[in-house]
């Protein structure tokens, strides 16, 4: 057993499914309903400055404590089909979120106790708890969580857990106005993201994959994950995240290893020096 | 491993960074690692000397050690977002967090460090105080060693890349830093377990990090390079030269000493923020999160692929 | 009080959570979380205020305040779902952008003051009755107009239908003609297209109507950004199977979505669709017995018509001396066009002089009248039928030519051929989908008729997955056409009375014309409007009041009010919800107008641009104005928001939904409801001694209206009624065929009667589309008749059985003797098909059984309109006004009757071989984004949407960056004739250079919301846009210009025009360019 499964069979309530995301790139018109949804809902403040970035049509950049989702823009060119075809482009569209991860660092270096796992088997911070450590920021493999500087506290995405206490699904997954991002059990949304990449596979869309979906990946599954077009990292995403915690344990192996050796040094030190 | 390449081919969102930069000041979180580091080394000289009848080192290395402790807790607690909150830091005890289980060994070793202190100078409870110095030494072990974990325990490259040896280097560090300023504080005399104590961490603490630089993980280039490379390479300067000092003309020269000293001590602070800097710069560039991860990938697809028996066909 | 057995270290061991992250951890604040929605005191029925997706929504209110808006999961059209600005509207409406008092600005004052709300009321009234009384005009050139053209208002589209409605109430009985909405500006082309071909001039189809749609052509239309959630229903049959075609200038996310993106040319379309015209009928690929039956290709022409194959781009007819035409040889031989909507006199027929006052807009609901006897050759062989005619017409619009013209390779123009044929027949259907990038061009009612002719050809009209969805604008602006704030309707299409025939209620209804169709009844739906609006005044010997109607006398749109105010004909200005400065063409002009007035009222949320411009527009920062001179009396009121009114949107489905209040506004925020029914009541008031024959209608308006709330609110719900109409015994009507022309009935707006049948508000319906069929005909009400898709009669064959069964929607079902399936049948229900009327039939009963567009007069969809048009009975390509391009199709370069404003202001550019046209070397189109709302004033302002798309820019292409240097998110300034504007440059290979005549032309986009009030900020894109307009319906054409570009900040004070004019310099522009063939 892991040390970040230490003491809990499972994620989640008893009884309670886990809730997800699955964020079906392909579906993505890159409206930004689910920026604003999320910054309406939660009552975030904008970003400022207000600049054009020159990255096609993304402005806020990226996910940070203000922006708990994001849309990314990437223009790629499509190699002609046939000699004397022409050029082609693609835009892909992707809203990121925080991955709720399985194994979360963050959850597991936080503190305070003020991240916690949910009944729901989301990750969230309480924001009567944080003292603004920032460990979670530096733990976090997908850079998610961050720090508002003028309120010290970190801040990321909730899953809305308000919301699904009352049986409501998240701001941002309702507004969606093609159903790219998909709420719902986990368990059943990686069977409908199983099918769905068969599905795009089937009519040529062989870039079609899955990112996060596999419980035995480096933060055994995301509880938001993806349908990509095209490699994590054109994305922005890590192609291949760990869960630092995972080493946690050989790094207090070591840590041990080192504090004993330098109690046994300092005896040393003294060694035959009595005066 | 074999060194890499300079510049790696890799695709990124816009060349914009995947991880977040640590919110952390250097001043505060290499300080207090710094100053961590020193109070616990000071408070295991001072255990020493008070059983080895060395009352001048005993008294400096106490009261340093909590001096030490104290800037190092205001340091943590500066660095809060919401610095009125630093007591929620007790609400848990978690065996995952590096930060919880440091909060725990602090307020261990600090009320340890400061009674022991306390019954120095006021000359009460001698045996409680000695006691609690005992026990400051013993805790204070991982006070000096923790601080490894605390930072290997991220997603920062060039930290958690680091995560077997940064124990010993910060161990070897903080050796150095509180033999080093006890060398500088206490008469030559009592003074030659300190001087000791300060060369041995020199040492430890450049051969581990000449071990950290050369692991072969593409991070280390931000410990060679750029900010962070120039301060560990000051840092082994001084330290290099400072334990030199020491051990040459320490037990000599209350000046060799003192000038010595302070040079390890700079030595490993120098350390603490050249490891620090080293890790915000792997943060900010992509590189460091894609091309590592992007070999793994390819590396285990291509053992799929044999597996499968697809390469050869391929 | 803590309790030491709450401290989470002790419940990580007492309650089994050994390693702190979990439940042990929690905080007393997480325990007792609650979303604010679960805890609201009520939920309110709304509709998003945004654009004619019209999705609907649920405000959350506590404490007597909005507290959250989510879309509502039981609409059949967006399913719960919001698109950014939807779901920004908390921010719209409670956020800190609005204003909350109403401001005044005195003549020459340089700041705003204070004014409360009660005396600001006042002084509007005061100088409404003033400048009305001093402007009044009973004649004109000898004819009797009974009206002031001292007035103006303009703005509609985000109001309610109910605000419209009172709105051109009002005016109307004060004389005021001069009332415009957006629609001019957005889709007025659409309705006079859509109704000369089918004979309505709405979307003949529905959103959700999509899904059933085997290929989906999007053309002239960023579906995906401008209509995100409708958006949806095109996914939907993405994942079915259909095909997703997207042609556009550039590649948008709509295209990215697309299966195939084709780019073309903008301003080209017109060859493109004719190119697909002559393909299906030279690959035999039309649907020959929908063909044959349902349109009128086999109505024969008369002789003297002249295609434009035989006059080099003209159609026979045209005047030179006025550049019009005379339309009567386009007429069905044996036939002449009727006055069915009112014209009797011969010379004032419809396509002639009338096009001046945009005649074609009548025609959203009724088609043309056409009368007499014609013949049809149903084998489709004789040479003078319709569909000889239009095979030759189109004959020379072979790929080739598609290739030269638009600049689309000849394999992808296939490729799109290939797909519209293979999904059109009896098994499979095909939509189209269009909006403004088609609408708003010289040439805009003809881009509509292209599609509508394509889609007859292909019989995908009236079937589900079919039809042309027109995507319209602004959440009511389908509403403020169909209940219009425009100069030349009155509600439901009825003509706006013209002074040189329209003199009495006879002559307007035109008794002996209109026999054939629905038209019949036009003397109804007059009649029961008059009684409405003048009520027990209004009596069969006073001709029911028709006389209290102001007449037009020629164009009062738009832009010709501008012209007015430049001249100081126009002296006070309503703007109620539009941004001119901003949003209309060449806005320099506009402000200049502007400028002009002795007064202007401005009712919106923030301080607009066009509220703004004496102290701060473009002219004081070049010192062309200074604000001490400019003489004009501003009034500011703080509008109220959709959440704070109850009333009704009408979509883009045709469909009425009906909102609730949910809190009442605050401060000095109130309705345009509000507003309008005190400013009438003050007016009446001040008039109310008046003996004067002038102010009788005013005096004798029916304009008592309950109120409710606390702040003499009106109550919509009795304006609604008053549309709705009552009968004898004032009991709310429930459908159109009830309406009287006998006084015995009222009626405000003849086609949305029936919105309240029964007296239930049915608009305001809402069963979950959950429990209905597709139609979800229990979800609000559309006009006509709750019928969703239009024209679906010919869902089924001639015999009245589905094409097929994959396709069926509507049938006879002969046994039970009525039409049935999933809507309301577009035909007399009982009729049967085989019902074929006798020689003498008259109004509706001169309709056959196999006559599917029932508004038409002779039942057929128009492959060749006869009459109803301006500019010619076939959509003909020619070049917009500003081209790099001459037309490689015919001699006619431009369209020859285009609509031009001469006025120094408003320079055109030389086109073509003419010289002078290399120094605007590129094509520039314009459009809009996700983020951002049309002129701005609902998102620039917003903090959240403001951050997503922070500043005005441009789009190019890398070889035209590489060419102009100019860099990714660096400084361009561009030129034109009228204005140099700054952006900046997105460098971008979405941006395409095309192969055009052999040359390589660069097209340059650019988003127009922008201004520079608000968060985000940018130089207007119209003040590059000239107004050059569709004769039609006078729609401007702000799609396809030419514009120089090039690196870094444009120049600052008299160095701005100055630059403008040494561009004009260089390319020799004066009075006269542009304006070849066109007489002034
Ligand atoms: N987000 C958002 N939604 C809106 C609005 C908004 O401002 N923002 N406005 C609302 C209003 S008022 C309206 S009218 C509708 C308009 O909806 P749309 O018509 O979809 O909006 P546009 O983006 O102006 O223009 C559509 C497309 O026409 C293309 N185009 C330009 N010229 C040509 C041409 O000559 N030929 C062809 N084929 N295409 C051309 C443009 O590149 C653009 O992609 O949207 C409504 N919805
Ligand atoms: N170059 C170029 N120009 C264009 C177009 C284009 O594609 N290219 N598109 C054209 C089209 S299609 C259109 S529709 C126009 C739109 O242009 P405009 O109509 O000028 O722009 P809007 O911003 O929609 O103006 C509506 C105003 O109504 C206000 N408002 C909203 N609700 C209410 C209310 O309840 N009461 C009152 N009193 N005010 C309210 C809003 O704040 C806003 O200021 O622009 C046209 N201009
Ligand atoms: S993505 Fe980052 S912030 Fe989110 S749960 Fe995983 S570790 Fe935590
Ligand atoms: S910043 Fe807050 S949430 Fe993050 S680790 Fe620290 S206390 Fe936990
Ligand atoms: S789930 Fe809720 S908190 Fe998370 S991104 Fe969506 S709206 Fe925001
Ligand atoms: S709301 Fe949905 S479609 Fe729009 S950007 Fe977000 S994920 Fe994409
Ligand atoms: S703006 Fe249009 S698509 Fe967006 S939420 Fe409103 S009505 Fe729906
Ligand atoms: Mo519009």
Known sequence: MSVTQLGMPAIGAPGEARKGFFTDTSLCIGCKACEVACKEWNSLPAERPLQLTGESFDNTSRLSADTWRHVAFIEKKVPAPAAGGTEGIKWLMSSDVCKHCTNAACLDVCPTGALFRTEHGTVVVQQDICNGCGYCVSACPYGVIDQRPDDGRAFKCTMCYDRLGVGEEPACAKACPTQSIQYGELDELRERADARVAELHERGVDEARLYGRDPDGGVGGDGAFFLLLDEPETYGLPPDPVVTTRDLPAMWRRAAGAAAGLLAGAAVVFWGARK | MSRRREREEFTSYYGRPILKEPTWEAADIAGYIFAGGVAAASSMLAAGAQYTGRPALERRAKLTALTAISVSAAALVHDLGRPERFLNMLRVAKPTSPMSMGSWILSVYGPLAGASAAANITGLFPAAGRACGLGAAVSGSAVATYTAVLLADTAVPTWHDAHEILPFVFAGSAAAAGGGIAAALAPVPEAGPARRMAVAGALLETVASLRMERSGHLSTETLREGRGGTLMRLSKAFSIGGAVGLALGGHRSRTVSVVGGLAVAAGSALLRFGVFEAGKASTRDPKYVVVPQRERLNAAEAVRREAAGIDAAA | ?1080
């Open chain 3, 1 to 1080: 009080m803590v309790n030491p057995l709450q401290w989470p270290v002790l419940r990580q061991l007492l309650e089994n959570d050994p390693t702190g992250r979990h439940h042990a951890v929690k905080s007393p604040a997480t325990e007792n979380l609650t979303p604010r929605t679960a805890t609201a005191d009520h939920v309110v029925p709304s509709v998003c205020p945004y654009c004619a997706v019209g999705c609907a929504q649920r405000v959350y209110v506590k404490d007597g305040t909005v507290i959250q808006i989510e879309g509502d999961p039981d609409s059949p059209i967006s399913r719960g779902r919001l698109c950014p600005k939807g779901s920004a509207s908390l921010q719209l409406t409670t956020g800190d952008s609005r204003e909350k008092y109403v401001l005044y600005r005195r003549p020459h004052g340089t700041d705003w003051e204070r004014l409360d709300l009660e005396t600001a009321m006042d002084m509007v009234a005061q100088r409404v009755v003033d400048t009305r009384r001093k402007t009044w005009e009973w004649e004109s050139g000898g004819l009797r107009t009974r009206r002031s053209m001292g007035i103006a208002s303009l703005g509609g589209a985000t109001l309610d239908n109910e605000e419209n409605y009172l709105i051109k109430k009002l005016f109307t009985s004060l004389g005021i003609v001069q009332v415009e909405n957006q629609a001019r500006v957005c889709h007025s082309s659409t309705v006079a297209g859509l109704g000369t071909s089918f004979g309505r001039g709405g979307s003949t189809t529905y959103l959700q109507d999509l899904q059933r749609a085997d290929c989906i052509l999007i053309q002239g239309s960023n579906f995906a950004e401008a209509h995100p959630v409708g958006f949806q229903w095109v996914l939907e049959a993405k994942e079915r199977g259909a095909k997703i075609i997207h042609v556009d200038p550039r590649f948008s996310r709509t295209s990215a979505m697309a299966d195939t993106f084709v780019p073309i040319r903008a301003g080209t379309d017109i060859a493109f669709l004719g190119g697909l015209v002559n393909w299906v009928i030279g690959h035999d690929a039309y649907f020959h017995d929908y063909v044959v039956n349902y349109t009128n290709a086999a109505t024969i022409l008369g002789k003297d018509f002249r295609d434009t194959e035989d006059l080099d781009g003209l159609f026979s007819g045209f005047n030179r001396d006025d550049s019009s035409y005379e339309t009567e040889s386009w007429q069905y031989e044996g036939g002449f066009a009727a006055a069915s909507s009112g014209e009797r006199d011969a010379d004032e027929q419809e396509g002639s002089r009338l096009g001046e006052s945009s005649h074609a807009q009548s025609h959203g609901s009724g088609g043309p009248g056409v009368a007499g006897k014609w013949h049809r050759d149903e084998t489709l062989q004789d040479p003078r039928c319709v569909f000889q005619v239009l095979r030759r017409h189109y004959s020379r619009y072979t790929p080739e030519m598609v290739e030269e013209v638009c600049g689309v390779p000849q394999a992808l123009f296939e490729e799109v051929a290939e797909a519209l044929t293979s999904n059109s027949g009896r098994d499979r259907t095909t939509a189209f989908a269009y909006a403004v990038g088609w609408t708003q061009h010289t040439t805009g009612t003809q881009y509509i008729r292209a599609a509508s002719v394509l889609q007859l050809l292909l019989g995908n009209i009236g079937r589900p997955g079919g039809g042309i969805m027109a995507l319209r604008g602004h959440a009511s602006i389908q509403g403020s056409s169909d209940i219009p704030t425009l100069f030349d309707l009155l509600p439901g299409y009825l003509p706006m009375p013209h002074a040189k025939q329209h003199l009495d209620l006879a002559g307007y209804v035109g008794a002996d014309s209109a026999k054939q169709g629905f038209w019949a009844n036009m003397s109804a739906y007059t009649v029961s409007l008059l009684k409405a609006w003048w009520g027990d005044a209004a009596t069969a010997s006073n001709d029911y009041c028709f006389d209290y109607l102001p007449r037009i006398t020629g164009s009062h749109s738009t832009y010709d009010t501008v012209m007015a105010q430049l001249e100081g004909i126009c002296k006070g200005y309503f703007l109620m919800g539009e941004n001119p400065a901003v949003g209309s063409a060449n806005t320099h002009l506009q402000r200049a107008g502007m400028a002009n007035l002795d007064w202007l009222v401005v009712r919106d949320f923030s301080l607009i641009e066009s509220a703004t411009w004496w102290k701060d527009g473009p002219e004081i920062a070049t010192g062309q104005m200074r604000t001490e001179d400019i003489g004009t009396e501003v009034f500011f009121f703080p509008a109220a928001a959709h959440t704070e009114k109850a009333g009704s949107f009408t979509n883009t489905n045709r469909l009425v939904q009906w909102r609730e209040q949910a809190v009442e506004p605050g401060a000095e925020r109130r309705s345009d409801l509000w507003f309008i029914w005190h400013l009438g009541n003050r007016i009446r008031k001040l008039l109310a001694d008046s003996r004067d024959d002038v102010d009788r209608p005013i005096l004798d308006l029916t304009w008592d209206y309950p109120t409710i709330g606390t702040q003499d609110e009106p109550d919509a719900d009795a304006v609604f009624a008053e549309i709705n109409g009552r009968g004898p015994d004032g009991n709310p009507l429930s459908a159109y065929t009830q309406l009287k022309d006998d006084g015995s009935t009222s009626c405000g707006c003849w086609i949305y009667c029936g919105c309240r049948a029964d007296g239930v508000n049915q608009a305001a319906r809402r069963k979950p589309h959950t429990e209905q069929d597709i139609s979800s005909r229990e979800w609000g009400w559309a006009w006509p008749a709750n019928r969703r898709e239009l024209y679906n009669r010919a869902s089924a064959d001639p015999e009245g059985r589905p094409w097929s069964e994959r396709k069926k929607l509507i049938w006879w079902d002969a046994d039970a003797g009525t039409w049935t399936g999933d809507d309301v049948p577009d035909c007399e229900p009982a009729k049967p098909p085989s019902y074929r009327p006798a020689e003498d039939a008259t109004g509706t009963d001169a309709l056959s059984g196999i006559d599917p567009f029932i508004m038409q007069s002779d039942g057929k969809g128009w492959l060749f309109t006869p009459a109803g048009l301006t500019d010619g009975p076939l959509p003909t390509h020619y070049e917009p006004q500003e081209s790099p391009f001459d037309n490689a199709l015919y001699g006619q370069n431009r369209n020859p009757v285009r609509k031009l404003l001469k006025h120094d202001g408003n320079r055109y550019q030389p086109s073509g071989r003419e010289p002078g046209a290399e120094v605007y070397p590129f094509v520039l189109t314009t459009y809009r984004l996700t983020e951002h709302f049309t002129a701005g004033a609902m998102t620039r302002w917003l903090p959240y949407l403001a951050e997503l798309q922070p500043e005005s820019f441009c789009e190019v292409s890398p070889e035209l960056a590489a060419e102009r240097g100019l860099t990714n998110n660096g400084w361009a300034t561009l030129v034109s004739a009228r204005g140099a504007i700054e952006a900046r440059v997105l460098v971008t290979g979405r941006m395409k250079p095309l192969t055009v005549q052999g040359r390589t032309v660069h097209q340059i986009g650019m988003p127009y919301h922008w201004g520079p009030n608000g968060l985000s900020r940018g130089d207007a894109m119209n003040e590059l846009s000239s107004i050059a307009m569709d004769p039609n319906v006078h729609i401007q054409e702000v799609k396809a210009l030419t514009v120089d570009i090039r690196p870094g900040r444009r120049p600052q004070g008299p160095a701005l025009p100055s630059l403008v004019a040494e561009y004009r310099q260089r390319a020799g522009i004066d009075e006269h360019t542009g304006q070849e063939g066109i007489k002034a």
